[in-house]
């Protein structure tokens, strides 16, 4: 069992930055993939970035790529999501998710466990 919860959310002027983080409990985090994944009002929750257990892999949404940059400190039990250059676009709740794999947690089918969500609101 792995409990996730994400802080750093809030409200950013566009062309800003702001790092999300997500803590997790329980021993075996080690062994999962983290990813972040977003849902804006009306809209599907969708795939931002994916990390695998050992850090040596990542895999980002086109929407966010060479914007957003995904990390991990395992001795630490967190991930985060620096998110630079945002847009009003990338405003939505940001929840963060452990998966089996990288590749498998690029969907929300195959994410394990999911955070309560953090706002971020980007404004124009």
């Known amino acids: 069992q792995v409990q996730l919860e994400e802080s750093g959310g809030g409200l950013v002027q566009a062309g800003g930055s702001r790092r999300l983080s997500c803590s997790a409990s329980g021993r075996t985090f080690n062994t999962y993939a983290m990813g972040w994944f977003r849902q804006a009002p009306g809209k599907e929750r969708e795939f931002v970035a994916v990390?695998?257990?050992?850090?040596?892999?990542?895999y980002y949404a086109d929407s966010v790529k060479g914007r957003f940059t995904i990390s991990r400190d395992n001795p630490r039990n967190r991930v985060y999501l620096q998110m630079n250059s945002l847009k009003p676009e990338d405003t939505a709740v940001y929840y963060c998710?452990?998966?089996?794999?990288?590749?498998?947690?690029?969907?929300?089918?195959?994410?394990?466990?999911w955070g309560q969500g953090s706002q971020v609101t980007v404004s124009s």
């Open positions: 990390i695998s257990w050992s850090g040596g892999v990542t």
């Open positions: 998710a452990a998966s089996d794999t990288a590749s498998g947690g690029k969907t929300p089918s195959g994410v394990n466990y």
